[in-house]
């Protein structure tokens, strides 16, 4: 069950967050630090946190497969298969120990009537799901599948995740 506690720093203009875009990722080492992605449809956001040195990373991946598509290779952050090993060894390049990183996974919506072929939220929580096999990732939350977008914020003192979804009260996981 959700913690709906949002004891979470807000974001405001002077203090915006680390904003992660699509296809993008971002580290931080910074204690303080807020890193927020916006809108997750059937994207994923994945963040890996190592509390011990509070080193966070967000990553916002939109499609399961980069060898499906030529700009594969010059996009990693684009794909669960290329950003996600990306994501964890920006992590270990910033510092963080990999026994003590911890994952979450957010998003993956199927938002529109669509046949399996665009089934690209399902698609990119089962492609997470092989990578986080493959790389021996320790996944503490999954808060996936479903109808809604999200917005999640990772605030990197904790490792908490705030996620807000439309028409429901904000919850930490």
């Not at 059937?42 to 399961?64: A, F, N, Q, W, Y």
């Not at 990306?86 to 919506?109: P, T």
């Not at 046949?115 to 503490?140: H, P, W």
């Amino acid at each position: 069950m959700p913690n709906t506690t949002t004891s979470f720093p807000p974001l405001t203009p002077q203090f915006p967050g680390i904003v992660v875009g699509v296809a993008d990722m971002k580290v931080s080492n910074d204690p303080d630090a807020i890193l927020v992605t916006y809108a997750l449809g059937s994207c994923l956001g994945v963040t890996m946190h190592d509390g011990t040195k509070k080193i966070g990373g967000l990553l916002h991946v939109m499609l399961p497969d980069s060898k499906q598509h030529a700009n594969g290779a010059s996009r990693p952050a684009m794909f669960v298969d290329t950003g996600v090993p990306l994501l964890l060894q920006s992590m270990l390049d910033a510092g963080a120990k990999r026994e003590n990183i911890r994952c979450k996974v957010f998003g993956g919506a199927q938002l529109l009537s669509a046949d399996e072929f665009f089934r690209i939220g399902a698609q990119n929580v089962d492609a997470f799901y092989k990578i986080s096999k493959e790389l021996g990732l320790k996944v503490d939350v999954w808060e996936v599948s479903g109808r809604v977008n999200r917005t999640i914020r990772l605030l990197n003192r904790t490792g908490e995740v705030c996620v807000r979804v439309p028409a429901r009260p904000e919850f930490i996981r």
